[in-house]
């Protein structure tokens, strides 16, 4: 990231950087890290996190008119800022007819011509061009660092690559780093076929066996607690090595623990804690948000193991025929629950989420449904 936005600053091409990775790797801390460095070093920055119910113009619109104020600030580049605000005011008001949450409040009026034509695709290219010449006189970057980007619908998706795609091509000093799960991979591709050419990809999975031990104990060293080795074993065989686990579990070993160091008994002993406070604050909130058949393909693939599944042993599973069940899965992809790493292949994007549909769902009478 580093070396991608000092290539873009002085006018060097460089990919934009979209990590993605399964749910409690880390992504989130990282892009507001990056985000934090980016902005010490003297570069423009937006935050946008993209929810399922908002539009990408409506998260943009308001970001990008606190970065042009603040270019209009800078005496080299006011006119170009002062511009892209006129232009940021005809595309919010030639886009609220199709993307009514767009709210941005501008004292300037419209430039004619100028992002105002109500298509996305073009209307977002010349204002972040606009963007681009503003930053550029300045002698900076701006960089928007994007969350859930899967979230991202495939239209909006496609105006933001084709944006990239025109400042990369004007060598101007705009990019963006973003996070999402693994579905992203293939949702940018659909959008535009040449968007590998504009992105890297860097995967974020879990810790291995040494980096998840330092995780552990440098903590607890610093106030004079050790784990043995023989508990951080037992956590990583619980978590798999994924950083939010390694956290919970580490935690509960800590708060059933009576004397340091902590042993593997005190791990053993906090499993049930662990599990009952991820059952509720982890993966419960993402089980309610299915439906009830949803629930039971998500069921039908615990009953297999972790995954990924074919798709037709799921649908064997439940005694279903595959062609009655590409809907649940499209709904269940759509929502981030499950992605296909491969063609007909499903796994969760929650690591773990198997022992919590065994939980949840217990027996089976979900099979009788």
């Known amino acids: 990231m580093r070396v991608a936005i000092g290539r873009i600053r002085i006018g060097n091409p460089a990919?934009?950087?979209l990590m993605v990775g399964l749910r409690g790797v880390g992504?989130?801390?990282?892009?507001?890290?990056?985000?934090?460095d980016a902005e010490a070093s003297g570069v423009y920055t937006l935050k946008l996190e993209a929810p399922e119910d908002r539009s990408l113009p409506a998260l943009l619109a308001p970001q990008l008119r606190l970065i042009l104020l603040k270019l209009s600030a800078v005496e080299s580049a006011k006119a170009y800022a002062t511009r892209g605000l006129r232009a940021l005011a005809g595309f919010a008001k030639a886009l609220k007819v199709k993307f009514n949450d767009i709210e941005v409040g501008l004292d300037l009026e419209p430039e004619l011509g100028l992002a105002d034509n109500g298509d996305l695709e073009g209307d977002l290219a010349v204002l972040l061009e606009q963007v681009g010449l503003a930053a550029q006189s300045a002698k900076t970057v701006v960089v928007t660092f994007i969350d859930e980007l899967q979230f991202v619908k495939e239209a909006e998706l496609a105006a933001l690559i084709t944006a990239l795609h025109r400042c990369?091509?004007?060598?101007?000093?705009?990019?963006v780093i973003g996070a999402g799960l693994p579905q992203l991979l293939a949702r940018a591709g659909q959008a535009?076929?040449?968007?590998?050419?504009?992105?890297?990809?860097?995967?974020?999975?879990?810790?291995?066996l040494a980096d998840a031990s330092q995780a552990i104990t440098r903590p607890a060293e610093?106030?004079?607690?050790?784990?043995?080795?023989?508990?951080?074993?037992?956590?990583?065989?619980?978590?798999?090595?994924?950083?939010?686990?390694?956290?919970?579990?580490?935690?509960?070993?800590?708060?059933?623990?009576?004397?340091?160091?902590?042993?593997?008994?005190?791990?053993?002993?906090?499993?049930?804690?662990?599990?009952?406070?991820l059952d509720e604050s982890f993966f419960k909130t993402?089980?309610?948000?299915?439906?009830?058949?949803?629930?039971?393909?998500?069921?039908?693939?615990?009953?297999?193991?972790?995954?990924?599944h074919r798709s037709g042993d799921i649908a064997a599973a439940l005694g279903?025929?595959?062609?009655?069940?590409?809907?649940?899965?499209?709904?269940?992809?759509?929502?981030?629950?499950?992605?296909?790493?491969?063609?007909?292949?499903?796994?969760?994007?929650?690591?773990?989420?198997?022992?919590?549909?065994?939980?949840?769902?217990?027996?089976?009478?979900?099979?009788?449904?």
């Not at 990369?168 to 990019?175: D, F, G, I, N, S």
């Not at 993402?286 to 990924?308: H, K, Q, V």
């Not at 629950?337 to 919590?356: E, K, N, R, Y």
């Open 15 to 17: 990919k934009s950087v």
């Open 27 to 36: 992504k989130t801390v990282l892009l507001d890290r990056m985000r934090q």
């Open 168 to 175: 990369a091509q004007a060598k101007l000093p705009v990019t």
């Open 192 to 208: 535009k076929s040449y968007s590998e050419r504009l992105f890297d990809y860097p995967m974020v999975g879990p810790l291995s």
């Open 222 to 277: 610093e106030l004079n607690v050790v784990f043995e080795p023989e508990a951080i074993d037992e956590i990583y065989k619980d978590t798999d090595g994924y950083p939010y686990f390694l956290q919970m579990w580490s935690k509960y070993a800590w708060d059933v623990a009576t004397i340091s160091p902590n042993s593997r008994t005190d791990v053993q002993r906090a499993r049930l804690l662990t599990e009952a406070d």
């Open 286 to 308: 993402r089980f309610e948000r299915c439906t009830p058949s949803e629930r039971r393909y998500l069921r039908a693939m615990a009953s297999l193991g972790s995954g990924p």
């Open 320 to 369: 279903r025929s595959i062609n009655t069940l590409g809907m649940v899965r499209s709904s269940l992809i759509n929502k981030g629950m499950v992605w296909s790493p491969s063609h007909g292949d499903t796994a969760f994007t929650v690591p773990l989420f198997d022992q919590f549909m065994l939980r949840a769902m217990p027996g089976d009478g979900w099979r009788q449904v």
